[in-house]
């Protein structure tokens, strides 16, 4: 169990450090936007995942001060990137519904002299679940900013796809598992319905953890799917990586 003091300490001693994957349009093979991926450097238990970090974070209620140290890292290593290039930044439920969430992208884009267009927000299903009418607001302000809200790991939570409909979003990031078990006699039905789905409603759609290139032929067969993120393409990769990857791409 992570200490709460160490959390704290980290933050202060910048041990935090963001990772990013690529997601890959699919129509040009270019990379769109790279999702940053918090991790923990810790001196003594090594690498720390997000998973084991967000959570004691919320609990905390240190996730406002680590959030706003994500998106202003993320927005900043951004702007190191070629203009075509965004970042996608997760965003915990709670750190998405603090009253000043507007106040801190619109304050994060300003420090980093990153123009909103090149920021996505990912939140879950979960943040959708509560104070819809708040939510609602908060997801079109969030909108005429200019900045991109991506509903992460979709098909995984509780909301159904009248959610898509429901609330302002631009982009839907389909869950890994849809993929799973998936060969000629269990095709892609389920994945491609919810894909038709949220492009008929104006969404763009990606679907997460590709691996393979059977996985990348079956999901771009039929135009629908604009995105493509996953180990096929990239692991996620320290921030002096990226660029790498961007030159092998752009
Ligand atoms: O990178 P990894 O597979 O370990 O991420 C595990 C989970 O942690 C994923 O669900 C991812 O969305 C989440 N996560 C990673 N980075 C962040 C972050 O900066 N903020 C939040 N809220 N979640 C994150
Ligand atoms: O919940 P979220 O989508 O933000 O989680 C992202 C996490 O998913 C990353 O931290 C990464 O470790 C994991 N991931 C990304 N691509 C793949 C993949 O192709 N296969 C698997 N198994 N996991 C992946
Ligand atoms: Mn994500
Ligand atoms: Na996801």
Redo the contacts with the bound molecule.
């Keep these: 169990r992570i200490l709460e003091l160490d959390l704290r300490r980290a933050l202060a001693h910048e041990e935090f450090e963001l990772?990013y994957q690529p997601l890959v349009n699919l129509k040009t093979g270019r990379i769109s936007t790279c999702e940053?991926?918090?991790r923990w450097n810790h001196p003594v238990r090594g690498t720390v995942?997000?998973?084991d970090i967000?959570p004691v974070a919320e609990e905390m209620g240190l996730i406002v001060d680590l959030?706003r140290w994500?998106l202003r890292k993320a927005c900043m290593e951004c702007m190191r990137w070629p203009e075509a290039v965004s970042v996608a930044?997760?965003?915990?439920p709670q750190?998405f519904h603090q009253r000043d969430v507007l106040n801190e992208v619109r304050y994060a884009l300003e420090v980093s002299g990153l123009p909103a267009s090149r920021l996505e927000i990912?939140i879950t299903e979960s943040s959708l679940l509560r104070n819809t009418q708040w939510t609602l607001d908060a997801l079109s302000q969030l909108h005429s900013a200019g900045v991109r809200i991506s509903l992460?790991?979709f098909g995984t939570g509780y909301s159904s796809l009248s959610y898509l409909h429901n609330f302002p979003l631009q982009k839907v990031k389909i869950d890994r598992s849809f993929l799973e078990g998936i060969d000629a006699d269990r095709p892609l039905t389920l994945l491609r319905g919810v894909a038709r789905l949220s492009a008929d409603l104006g969404m763009s759609v990606v679907v997460e953890g590709i691996e393979t290139n059977e996985q990348l032929e079956l999901i771009s067969a039929d135009g629908t799917v604009t995105e493509a993120q996953g180990y096929l393409f990239s692991r996620?990769v320290q921030a002096t990586q990226v660029r790498q990857l961007l030159a092998a791409s752009h």
Excluded: R
């Design positions: 990772y940053a991926l918090l995942s997000p998973v967000i959030g994500i930044v997760n965003f915990s750190q990912e992460d790991d996620p």
